[in-house]
Each structure stands twice: as C-alpha cells, then as structure tokens.
Nanobody
C-alpha cells in the first residue's frame, strides 16, 4: 500500500507563511510527477502547483510569485512553501503523486493524500 500524508496546515494571518509537506510511504519504486491541489468550500478542486521528477515546475496564475513547490526524491517528500498568504488561499490542500510501485511496475497510478486545512484569517 502507498500512503501520502500531508502536514503543516493551520491558521495564519494574511501576509503570513506556511510550509506544507507531503510524505510518501509504502512499496514505492519511483515517483513521477507530483502536485498540490486545493479545494475551497463551494468550489471545484484546482491545481495549485506541479513538479516533475526532474524538478520542472508549474503554478496556477493565482499563486505565481508567492508559492514555491519542491521535492526531495530521496525522502519521497513534496513541499509547498506558501508566502504572502491571502484569505482567498483558504482551502483544503491535498497532494498527489504519479507513483510506480513494486507491485504495479511498470505501470503508474495516481495516489492522493487526505488533505490539510489552510485558513488565512485575521
């Protein structure tokens, strides 16, 4: 079994910062692309940022210049540094990864974490 576990969410004031982590565990052979998504109440889930296994990144326009995605392949961990947070960033943030396991190789499938709440409010 593969698990993705997020941490680092919480309550922060506007203009503040948070760093989210997503740790992958299980019988993992390799991890291809990974990403952070968010879903606010009453809204559809949206891609916040993505990163390839080689480190190429992409961001939603709404977070460019404020959020930074990174990964530590040795630790199988994904990060999201969020700076200059705004109330509209309030959402449940989830990570996902395109993962090849020892049981599924060479095929990859998408795995998702449970999510962590980020609330930006004064």
């Amino acid at each position: 079994q593969v698990q993705l576990v997020e941490s680092g969410g919480g309550l922060v004031q506007p203009g503040g910062s948070l760093r989210l982590s997503c740790a992958a565990s299980g019988r993992i052979f390799s991890i291809n692309g990974m990403g952070w998504h968010r879903q606010a109440p009453g809204k559809q889930r949206e891609l916040v940022a993505g990163i390839t296994s080689g480190g190429n990144t992409r961001y939603a326009d709404s977070v460019k210049g404020r959020f930074t995605i990174s990964r530590d392949n040795a630790k199988k961990t994904l990060y999201l540094q969020m700076d200059s947070l705004r109330p509209e960033d309030t959402a449940v943030y989830s990570c996902n990864g395109d993962i090849i396991t020892y049981d599924s190789m060479p095929r990859a499938r998408a795995y998702w974490g449970q999510g962590t709440q980020v609330t930006v409010s004064s």
